[in-house]
């Protein structure tokens, strides 16, 4: 069965700075990643997702994630953080073999101070 | 992309009723998800909703407390049976247009109080 973990229950940065929230997945098979972002009291939003191809995907909003095989990481970055990029951020991996489901990190939450 | 509407975005309930949330999506997708998220959570996955058969519940969810309906390709309800403060919660739709590498798009959650 697949999973992901997101070591990190909260990341605090400051505006300007690089953000960076971590995760790494366990699959059998390749991996299909996805980072979503929930801002208070609304449901999720999908950031980005990795399926083939560059390691380096972009995504919305400036984000962008960096795959890496041997490590089996899929960290989220940004290299200049804003105030209103604070929420949570959670990373998903979809069983593509067996039922498509997805099965999500317990989620990290950013706050980025002015 | 696909756009995912619910009703009803909130509601307060009292013990031992039940509450039909409604899922609307704005185009024809292959799968439609159901799953429960407790505030500053992860999301737990509910069930699976199938379209013209009966739902694939994950172990812990049952037909009994949670019926799911998908009569068409862009619709679906579940119900939350019998409640109790336990049951307290957001619940989220979800959908997702195809089988293969396509990301699944979430509406924008019931967020539920039982008292």
């Known amino acids: 069965a697949q999973s992901v973990a997101q070591p990190e229950d909260q990341v605090n940065v400051a505006e300007g700075n690089p953000l960076t929230v971590k995760c790494t997945y366990s699959?059998?098979?390749?991996?299909?990643l996805f980072w979503y972002v929930q801002y208070p009291n609304r449901g999720l939003q999908f950031l980005l997702k990795?399926?083939?191809?560059?390691?380096l995907v972009k995504g919305s909003y400036g984000f962008e994630a960096e795959f890496n095989k041997s490590q089996t990481s899929f960290h989220l970055k940004k290299p200049s953080a804003l105030v209103s990029d604070s929420a949570l951020y959670f990373c998903?991996?979809?069983?593509?073999?067996?039922?498509?489901?997805?099965?999500f990190g317990a989620g990290t939450t950013v706050t980025v101070r002015a | 992309s696909a756009v995912i509407s619910q009703k009803p975005s909130r509601d307060i309930c009292q013990r031992g009723t039940s509450l039909t949330i409604q899922c609307q999506v704005d185009?024809?997708?292959?799968?439609m998800f159901w799953y429960r998220q407790q505030p500053g959570q992860s999301l737990t996955l509910i069930a699976t909703?199938?379209?013209?058969?009966?739902?694939?519940?994950e172990s812990g969810f049952v037909i009994d407390k949670f019926p799911i309906s998908r009569p068409n390709l862009t619709f679906s309800t579940l119900t939350v049976s019998n409640m109790s403060p336990e049951d307290s919660s957001i619940y989220l739709c979800?959908?997702?247009?195809?089988?293969?590498?396509?990301?699944?798009?979430f509406g924008p959650g019931t967020r539920l109080t039982v008292l």
């Open positions: 979800s959908a997702s247009p195809g089988l293969t590498n396509n990301e699944q798009f």
């Open positions: 185009s024809q997708v292959t799968m």
């Open positions: 990795y399926i083939t191809g560059d390691n």
């Open positions: 699959v059998s098979g390749n991996p299909y």
């Open positions: 998903a991996v979809r069983d593509m073999i067996n039922d498509y489901k997805l099965s």
């Open positions: 909703a199938n379209q013209g058969s009966e739902a694939t519940y």
